[in-house]
C-alpha cells in the first residue's frame, strides 16, 4: 500500500490529529489545487476541482491540526464527489 493510499485510508477515519499538511497532499493527489484569496484572504484557503466541488477551509493556526469539524466537512464533500 502507498503513503497516499494509507494517508486516504486515516482520513476516511476522521481522525482527531489530522494536519493541514496531510490534507493539502492529500487533497493535491486528488487533482485539486489550493488557491490563497489574495493578500486580505488572511487565513481561508480553497481548493479548486475541475469537475468536483470547490473546498473552502480556515487554514488553522497556531497550531497546524485540523479542526475535527473541518475533517468532517472535507470527507463529506470527498464521499459525495465519490472520491473515497
Do not use: C
Amino acid at each position: 500500500m502507498s503513503r497516499k493510499e494509507k494517508l486516504i485510508l486515516k482520513f476516511q477515519q476522521r481522525p482527531k490529529h489530522f494536519t493541514w499538511d496531510e490534507l493539502s497532499s492529500l487533497l493535491k493527489y486528488m487533482g485539486y489545487r489550493e488557491i490563497k484569496t489574495g493578500k486580505t484572504g488572511g487565513s481561508r484557503r480553497r481548493f479548486v476541482h475541475d469537475s468536483a466541488a470547490t473546498i473552502t477551509l480556515h487554514k488553522p493556526h497556531p497550531q497546524n491540526i485540523l479542526k475535527r469539524y473541518a475533517v468532517d466537512q472535507v470527507v463529506d464533500i470527498l464521499k459525495q464527489e465519490e472520491m473515497i
